[in-house]
């Protein structure tokens, strides 16, 4: 009985593999697999390996997936392992129909229809009409083997040769016209390639599903693919994804680049986890598609302006898809260079280093984000930190999404305050008349200088404070700029490390106040430390970050950590207090 192929790739996803064949087999984990001693032939050291979707012998060779694994270890027909599959899985079972016997034979004629056409376009490639495209791909570097490994073709340099190819085994121009090889048009049936080298687009399965077409000149398009059909989607296929499963399941990379020749030339250097998306910005289906087969590909588009955006769409793309089990890497390729190119003109290991300096999602994103964007100014600072809390919101998982925001903000924190260092000069007199709002910045700094054990923990929110110009600014940096250095964490030994870097003027500003704050002072316990440093930044930072920061805060607070908890009760008191116009500068805690 013919199934539907949706309804078995469901059945498929829907039976975890390692919980099935550990049924039978004793499995260890190794790497992203399983490994263990294959149950098909006799053997001491294990060759049998376990993926996501399917198994491989590196012994005996016997492969499969859910069904077919069923099927061997059970002695089941085809039938019988769906049936009991799909009873596990909760699935019903289609009921064949006349309609679905159909349609299943159609499916069959358009792969035969496309089988026949790619036979048809190898054929004409080995002509000599069509030695120019052989020609040209022995320019790209492709061997013989290669050529024939990815089935590439020439359509013919007129119209009508395809037609004319498959006619004597009964093919009709409607069924090229159903299999997205003729078009119709008022006057006639026309090829939709001609003058190309072919490229056959093959399902996970390696089914023909379609072709992609290069033009031998300089016409355009240069790259055409065929149009939607019964069998073929852009948004959902991968070029070369069926030999790329092969390759990971081997322990490659899984790859994802920008065109055929990338793809072509990665397998031929012995990437074989290398596929391209068909024209398309990298969609959803084609993120879930890669994550079936290896829990973090890596995408590397071209070094050019054009690659730096297709990147960055990707990424966000993949930000409302992704899970703690599941994400992306992001290779940087020299500018001006594709992967075919650099391979072509450095080697492979020059390909090889830029895969092993893959940089994390999260690290990518806040490059690709902030590519291009000023940041001069407070309020360009503030719409780019505000971009990024949007693009870690996109993600599903709460956890995941709390840990992307976290991630991001030091980022961007960090790069203020590398953008922020002090000069190693004298530091500034304080100019008479000091305001509350300089009272109060003295007041954080000076608890920070005598208790600076609380450096490390607040070195995050103080780098967001917009301090009076002045001793304030100069200090505060000067002691973001320590803590990176490694400067002491004691009072005594900072302030000579300070008084050292210049900074002693600025340091007996924030000393010497009489009007210290309780928590502000050398002999305070720890709890009136830190309150005091929090209760004057909550205070400097402003009521409408104070909002933003009360929003973050909630959404942290929702994993009932105390120290969440804790900082939202502080932010509601601090804009209480802005509520009722208080002056807390000079204030003892």
Known sequence: MALPPQFLDELRARTPMHALVARKVRLQKS?????????????????????????????????????????????????????????EAGLEVPKPTPEMAAREARARDLHGVLDAAAAAFTRRLHLPEGRPALEYLRRRR?????????????????????????????????????????QEREQATVDLFFNRVMFPIRDRRGRSISFGGRI????????????????????????????????????????????YMDVIALHQAGFNGAVAPLGTALTAEQLEALWAISPEPVLCFD???????????????????????????????????????????AGPEAFQQRLEAAEPLARALFRLLGAGRPMLTPEERAGFRNRLTEAASLIPDKSLASEYRRALLEDFY??????????????????????????????????????PWLLPEIEEPLGLLDLPEGPATQLCAALLEGLQSGWPLEPEPLHAALREHGATDALDWALTTPALPQGARPGAQPAEAA?????????????????????VAREDAATSWEENIRRVVLLKEALDAHGRGEIEGDQGR
């Open 31 to 87: 790497g992203r697999q399983w490994k263990g001693c294959c149950p098909f032939h006799g053997e001491k050291t294990p060759s049998f390996y376990v993926y996501d979707d399917g198994f491989h012998c590196f012994g005996c060779g016997a492969h499969g997936d859910a069904i077919s694994f069923v099927m061997r270890s059970d002695g089941a027909s085809f039938i019988e392992a769906v049936e009991r599959l799909a009873s």
């Open 142 to 182: 492709l061997t013989d083997e290669t050529i024939a490994r990815f089935g590439l073709g020439w359509s013919g340099a007129g119209r009508g040769a395809l037609a004319g190819d498959l006619r004597d085994l009964g093919i009709e121009p409607a069924q090229l016209v159903e299999a997205g090889l003729m």
């Open 216 to 259: 031998m000149g300089d016409g355009q398009p240069k790259y055409i693919n065929g149009p939607e059909t019964a069998l073929f989607s852009k948004r959902r296929q991968l070029y070369g994804l069926d030999l790329a499963r092969e390759g990971v399941f081997r322990g490659a990379r899984l790859v994802v680049v920008e065109g």
């Open 303 to 345: 070094g050019d302006a054009a690659g730096g955006r297709a990147a960055a769409r990707a990424a966000e793309a993949a930000l409302p898809l992704l899970a703690p089990e599941r994400t992306l890497r992001i290779a940087t390729l020299p500018a001006g260079q594709d992967p075919d190119e650099l391979i072509g003109k």
């Open 414 to 451: 960090a790069g203020s305050r590398r953008g922020a260092k002090p000069p190693k000069a004298v530091m500034a007199r304080p100019l008479p008349g000091s305001n509350a709002r300089a009272a109060q910045a003295r007041a954080l700094l000076a608890c920070l200088l005598n208790h």
């Open 531 to 551: 309150d005091c440093f929090w209760h004057f930044f909550h205070w400097l930072r402003g009521r409408a970050p104070l909002l933003e920061d009360l929003a």
